[in-house]
């Protein structure tokens, strides 16, 4: 994901953070003084889940997966809603995630266990 053109994105549309994080994923990105690099990432992790569980765009709210931090720090996933009755029927048990990003780019891959 360009960081760039996200970040433009979310300048014209101010609430579109508030439809697709939860509150700590940008209480977490709200930590740095530029959030961007961190929201991009955890959007790329709600895309990729997405295609992990074999649907598209429109599925679930992208709020219904949120990208939580492990004890290790690691990244995680807590899915709800619609996404987590999408999991369920398909035998999801666990989730592995890894987040990057540059001054450029963010990127996620996600993989369902």
Known sequence: ????????????????????FTEE????AARQADPTR???ARFAAKEATMKA???GLGAFA????????LPSQAPSLRLSGRAAELAARA???EWKVSLTHSDLIAEAVVIAI
């Open 53 to 55: 569980l074999g649907v």
């Open 38 to 40: 961190r929201l991009a």
């Open 91 to 93: 035998g999801v048990r």
């Open 62 to 69: 992208f709020r219904d997966v949120e990208v939580v931090g």
């Open 1 to 20: 994901m360009d960081l760039e053109r996200f970040r433009a994105v979310l300048g014209r549309t101010p609430r579109l953070a508030l439809r697709v």
């Open 25 to 28: 994923e940008r209480h977490y």
